[in-house]
Every structure is written in structure tokens, then in C-alpha cells.
């Protein structure tokens, strides 16, 4: 690789980071759907055919923008359980929910861009999957972890999986390994419901109800996790 091309790509990587970040001061305006490449261009002080370039369509710098976002909110619920000790299951369940929630509380537009209503026309391409689990990778490795220690001990307080949800276990396996259909059926109920209250409190459910966010937050985690039958976390 000669010099030039070395520049070149340094060049290009710059510009790609300031239209993204411009991009994401937009969502906060104008939101997902009214996300517009000639205003970006236009703050930007480039020609539209400039960013086109770097984006060739609108739905190109959403995927980016999504992809960022899902590498950020795991890259912050990884750092959070690797902080853990490994053996420490609840803990590192409850930490992985204050992860999750702080992110979402810093990010809100890029929050609701991920977990919020879908932008009318688009349609993620493959390319967000594998940014898109790495905080549930995280998760299915916690409960896995924990069932093969012998440390989960779910309460017999929910029915059996009914037999169609095999296939989604099988396929739920690659995120939650070596763990029975039925811990895998809890541990979907539990996550959706952490993002359950994320979406009720990042989108004004909870406006004049539940003071007290952040207590009832870790009250909420720690019923969580006794659902899936983590013991209670220190």
C-alpha cells in the first residue's frame, strides 16, 4: 500500500466519522424518518454528490448508524461483565441491565433508532445482525454459564414452552447454548422485558407514575433475573 492510498483512506475514514456524528445530531431533530443526506451535506458544507459518495442512499447511512449504535451499546455491556468475576452470575446479570440502561440514557435518539418504532421504507440489511447480538450474546453466555454450574434454578412459576417454540430454541442455541428449551423460552421472556421498561422509560410510560427510575430499574433487573432463576445478586 503506498503512502497516497494510505492518506487517502485516512481521509475517507475522517469524513465518513463526521457524517455519521452529524447524522446522529440530526436524529435529535428530525428523527430516523426525517433523516435527509442533502441537510447532513448542507451542515456539513459539502455538495450532496460529495456524501453520496461516502453513502449512496439515505437507508445506507441509517444501517451505519445502526451498526455504530448496536457495537456501541454491546462493546458497553461487554466491558460490563468482563468487570465481573466469572462465577458471580447474578452479579454480572445485573450489571449487564445497568449497562444496558446507562447506555440508553446517554443515547437516546440512537436508543430509540435501534429499539424504537421502525423508519417507515426501511428495511436492515444482513449486515446488522452480528452488531445486533452482541449484548444478547453476552446475556445467553450468563445464563448458559450459570445452568452449567448448577447455579440456575428457575421458580415453577411459568408453563412449559409449547412444542412450536422448538424450532425458535434451536435456533436461540447459537446466542444461549447447552441450556433446555425451557430456560431459553425464560431467558427471551426476561430479556424483552429489560428492553420492555427501557422503551416504557426512555418513552415517557413512566412520566408522572414511577418517580424513582433508577431504584425500581434495579428492582425490575432483579426480578429479572429471579424469573430465569439466577439466585438474588448481592
Known amino acids: 500500500m503506498s503512502a497516497s492510498q494510505t492518506a487517502r483512506e485516512r481521509v475517507r475514514a475522517e469524513l465518513t466519522r463526521e457524517i455519521t456524528d452529524t447524522a446522529r445530531r440530526h436524529l435529535a431533530t428530525a428523527g430516523a424518518s426525517g433523516l435527509s ?6 451542515e456539513l458544507g459539502m455538495a450532496s454528490s460529495a456524501v453520496y459518495r ?3 442512499s439515505r437507508d445506507d447511512l441509517l444501517t451505519a448508524l445502526i451498526i455504530d449504535g448496536y457495537n456501541d451499546i454491546g462493546a458497553a455491556v461487554e466491558q460490563a461483565d468482563a468487570a465481573c468475576d466469572r462465577g458471580d452470575h447474578p452479579g454480572r446479570w445485573l450489571a449487564v441491565c445497568h449497562a444496558v440502561r446507562d447506555w440508553a440514557l446517554a443515547h437516546p435518539h440512537e436508543y430509540a ?3 424504537g ?3 417507515p421504507g426501511y428495511r ?4 446488522t445482525v452480528s452488531a445486533a447480538i452482541r449484548d444478547t450474546v453476552v446475556f445467553g453466555n450468563i445464563v448458559a454459564d450459570a445452568y452449567l454450574a448448577g447455579a440456575l434454578h428457575p421458580p415453577d412459576i411459568c408453563p412449559a414452552p409449547p412444542d412450536s417454540f422448538g424450532a425458535d430454541a434451536e435456533r436461540l ?5 447447552d441450556v433446555p428449551d425451557k430456560i ?3 431467558a427471551v421472556t426476561v430479556w424483552t422485558g429489560l428492553y420492555g421498561w427501557l422503551n416504557f422509560e426512555l418513552f415517557g410510560q413512566f412520566n408522572s407514575t414511577i418517580e424513582d427510575r433508577a431504584t425500581a430499574f434495579d428492582h425490575n433487573a432483579r426480578c429479572l433475573a429471579g424469573l430465569v432463576g439466577l439466585p438474588a445478586p448481592r
Open 184 to 186: 431459553i423460552a425464560r
Open 117 to 119: 418504532s421502525p423508519v
Open 113 to 115: 433508532l435501534l429499539y
Open 173 to 177: 442455541r447459537e446466542i444461549i447454548p
Open 37 to 42: 443526506l442533502r441537510a447532513v451535506a448542507r
Open 124 to 127: 436492515a440489511p444482513q449486515d
Open 54 to 56: 461516502y453513502f449512496p
